[in-house]
């Protein structure tokens, strides 16, 4: 199973989003991002051909070897510096409000422990800091969500801990960022797997901290 996980499932992720569709998807939720910007669950890459001008910088988060090979001609090609800052999302060696902006395409469903990985990205944001975020996620279609529901164990197994199940808008509320933008819909595909939300959520200021950033 970790020769499957490791060496084999980024090539099948790398396949299986990277198609034009949802490239249009990435493409959307990128616009916006400026300055330094750390993409959490970074894969092969696939979202370095749309990040706008405005990017200075992408500080890289991804455990998985195999998708930072699948990356390297990417990062090679890319108008803007990829550095590869570590390997797990739930802890970020970084520094408090060192982020202009994050970056999660396809990422909070199979994290470990979301929640941990959001409160990181608070950390690192500056106040007022946008997470911009594509996820797929649980419909609110009763049909679709109770095959969702039943699909969601084997889906766990095969994807390396992927939910169909989450709900990426209640977890960005529940971690303290206030959102700014929530469009949800149905991408190409089938429905268990393609029900999509795109959010660009802010960093507010941690309690205690004046609005004008941390203290002197």
Not at 23 to 35: K, P
Not at 174 to 185: I, S, T, V
Request: aromatic share 6%; with cysteine; charged share 20%.
């Amino acid at each position: 199973m970790a020769l499957y996980r490791e060496r084999v499932l980024p090539h099948l992720v790398d396949l299986a989003c990277g198609s034009p569709a949802l490239g249009r998807w990435r493409a959307e939720v990128a616009a916006g991002l400026a300055g330094t910007v750390v993409e959490v669950g970074f894969g092969s890459g696939l979202n370095l051909g749309h990040y706008p001008p405005e990017v200075a910088r992408i500080l890289a988060v991804e455990p998985a070897a195999t998708a930072r090979r699948i990356a390297a001609r990417r990062i090679a090609a890319a108008r803007v510096p990829v550095e590869h800052v570590g390997l797990d999302g739930h802890s970020l060696g970084l520094d408090d409000a060192s982020c202009d902006a994050a970056l999660s395409t396809f990422t909070l469903c199979t994290l470990r422990d979301p929640m941990a990985a959001l409160a990181e990205l608070r950390r690192v944001l500056r106040t007022g800091g946008k997470l911009h975020a594509l996820e797929h996620g649980l419909s609110p279609d009763p049909s679709v969500a109770r095959w969702q529901h039943r699909l969601d164990p084997l889906q766990r197994k095969l994807a390396d801990g992927c939910h169909l199940t989450r709900d990426p808008l209640a977890m960005l509320r529940d971690a303290g960022f206030l959102l700014e933008r929530a469009d949800q819909a149905y991408g190409a595909g089938p429905k268990p797997w393609t029900f999509f939300t795109l959010a660009v959520a802010s960093s507010p200021a941690a309690r205690g901290t004046p609005q004008g950033g941390p203290p002197g």
